[in-house]
């Protein structure tokens, strides 16, 4: 998908794929996160963490520019087509800061979550 992209000049920032070992351990990271978080203010919902809907497999991530938002939105639907194509699933795409930070939360919590998969462990090194 992604050389597809490059092929058909699709203007990409940002481009990352989190392996299916590394979603799971983000989602597991997230469940735990939300499950303290919940004891620990008495809330009985079942929390919105960002990786609670997220399928366990690999995922890639994109950041798109362009020059206006017309333009931007021209190159999702040529990327959602090729990673369509390319048998991808479950294409997100949103412009809202909030959201976007939910959609990325996996990418920028993977270092906590690594450490977390590995009991004792206090960093990656």
Sequence with gaps: AV??????AVDV?????????????FV???????SSSNRSSNN???????????????TLFLEFTGPSQTA???QVKITESICISSNGSNFQFTADEAERK???????????ASIALRS??????
């Design 3 to 8: 050389s597809d992209m490059r092929m058909c």
């Design 13 to 25: 920032q940002r481009c990352e794929l989190l392996d299916g070992r590394s979603v799971e351990a």
């Design 28 to 34: 597991k990271y997230t469940a735990a996160s939300n």
């Design 44 to 58: 009985s919902g079942s929390g919105s963490g960002s990786g609670s809907n997220m399928e366990i497999k690999p």
């Design 72 to 74: 931007v939105e021209e």
């Design 102 to 112: 939910s959609l990325w939360a996996a990418r920028h919590q993977l270092y906590y």
């Design 120 to 125: 004792g462990a206090d960093s990656a090194i």
